[in-house]
C-alpha cells in the first residue's frame, strides 16, 4: 500500500469515527445575542486543559491584564481537556483544568465560550456542551453556533473535527457557517475553530478538514482564529484573504515552528494568549507571553459594509 493510499484510508477512517461521534445535542440556541458596551474585549487560547503550572502561569497573565484593561468574555479555541477530554458534567476535570484555573477576582467574573478539540472528541463532546446547564459561566451550546456581540462583532464557532456536508443550516455546519458569513456584514466577522487553516508548524500546517474550511471561510470572514499548534502566530496571504491567527499556548508545550515562510507577520514558539478589542470600525489584536510581555500588535479598520485588513508592504515583519 502506498504512503498516499495509506493517508486517505487513515483520514477516511478518522472522518468516519468522528462522525458517528459528533454530538447532536444543544443546550442552548445555537444563534443568540449578547449584550455589551461600544467596545469589545477578549482572551482566547486553545490547548489549555493540562491543569499544570504553564496553564497557571498564563492564566495569571490574563488575570493582570483583565484587572488592568477588563474583558468581556474568554474563547477556548480546543483541547479544553487533556489528554482524553471528559466523562460526564461532573468529572472532577472541570475543577481542575477551567474553574480553578480562570478564578482571579477579573476572569473569574466573565463568561467562558468555547469550542471542541481533537482531545475533546477522545470521551464525551457531549458533556461539554450538555455543561452550561451546571456551569453558568460556561457557553458552548453545540458544537457550532453564533454570538453576535452587539453592533461590534460576530463570533461564529465551529467544530474542526467532523466538517459535515448537507443542505440544512439545522443541522449541517458548513451550511450554517455559509449563511452565518452571509449576514452581519457591518460587523466584524470571526470564526473560531480548533484547528488552523494554515500554520507555521511542520506538522499542524494541514488537514483535509482545514482545507475544506478555507473554501467556506478564506475571502469571507475577516478573520480565523485556531488552536491545535502550540505557538502563537498571525499571518497574511498565501491564497486566504481572511487574516489567520492561531494561539495554541494555553497550557500545554510549545512546537517548532519555521520562521521562514513567507506569510507570516508574526510566529513565536511560546505559550501565551491573543487579545482581540473592537468597535464598530477598528479591531486590534495582540499575543501576551505567559509572564505578561507583550510580543505583537496589529491593528486593522472598516467602512461600514466591509473590513480592511492592512497589508501594507511597511509593516514589520517580526519572525522571533
Keep these: 500500500m502506498s504512503v498516499l493510499t495509506t493517508y486517505v484510508a487513515v483520514v477516511a477512517v478518522k472522518y468516519f469515527i468522528n462522525g458517528l461521534n459528533a454530538p447532536e445535542n444543544r443546550s442552548a440556541p445555537i444563534r443568540a445575542d449578547v449584550e455589551t458596551d461600544d ?11 493540562t491543569g499544570e503550572k504553564m496553564q497557571l502561569k498564563v492564566a495569571s497573565a ?31 476535570q472541570w475543577q481542575e ?12 467574573a466573565v463568561p467562558i465560550y468555547a469550542v471542541l478539540g481533537n482531545h475533546d472528541y477522545l ?35 465551529i467544530d474542526t473535527e467532523y466538517v459535515d456536508l448537507c443542505s440544512n443550516t439545522g443541522s449541517c455546519m458548513t451550511r450554517f457557517l455559509r449563511s452565518e458569513l452571509i449576514s452581519n456584514k457591518h460587523l466584524w466577522r470571526v470564526v473560531i475553530g480548533h484547528k488552523p487553516l494554515k500554520s507555521a508548524n511542520f506538522k499542524k500546517s ?34 486566504c484573504k481572511t ?13 517548532e515552528i519555521n520562521t521562514k515562510d513567507k506569510n507570516v507577520k508574526f510566529v513565536k514558539s511560546e505559550n501565551g494568549f491573543l487579545e482581540l478589542e473592537a468597535t464598530s470600525l477598528t479591531i ?20 461600514p459594509e466591509s473590513a480592511i485588513v492592512d497589508t501594507r508592504s511597511d509593516l514589520p515583519i517580526l519572525i522571533q
Design 284 to 303: 486590534a489584536f495582540r499575543f501576551f507571553r505567559f509572564d505578561g510581555k507583550k510580543l505583537y500588535v496589529t491593528k486593522s479598520t472598516k467602512p
Design 243 to 255: 487574516g489567520i491567527f492561531v494561539s495554541g499556548g494555553g497550557g500545554n508545550g510549545s512546537y
Design 39 to 49: 467596545r469589545l474585549r477578549l482572551f482566547l487560547l486553545g490547548d489549555t486543559g
Design 62 to 92: 490574563m488575570e493582570a491584564r483583565c484587572r488592568t484593561h477588563g474583558v468581556d468574555a474568554i474563547v477556548m479555541l480546543g483541547d479544553n481537556f487533556y489528554p482524553k477530554g471528559v466523562v460526564s458534567v461532573v468529572d472532577s
Design 97 to 108: 483544568k477551567i474553574f480553578d484555573i480562570y478564578n482571579g477576582p477579573c476572569l473569574g
Design 123 to 157: 470521551s464525551s463532546p457531549s458533556a461539554q456542551i450538555n455543561a452550561g446547564s451546571r456551569y453558568p459561566r460556561w457557553n458552548m451550546p453545540a458544537r457550532y453556533y453564533t454570538r453576535t456581540f452587539g453592533n461590534v462583532l460576530s463570533l461564529v464557532a
Design 206 to 239: 494541514f488537514s483535509v478538514s482545514s482545507w475544506l474550511l478555507s473554501k467556506f471561510i478564506c475571502g469571507s470572514a475577516d478573520f480565523y482564529i485556531s488552536g491545535h499548534s502550540h505557538h502563537l502566530e498571525h499571518r497574511i496571504g498565501g491564497g
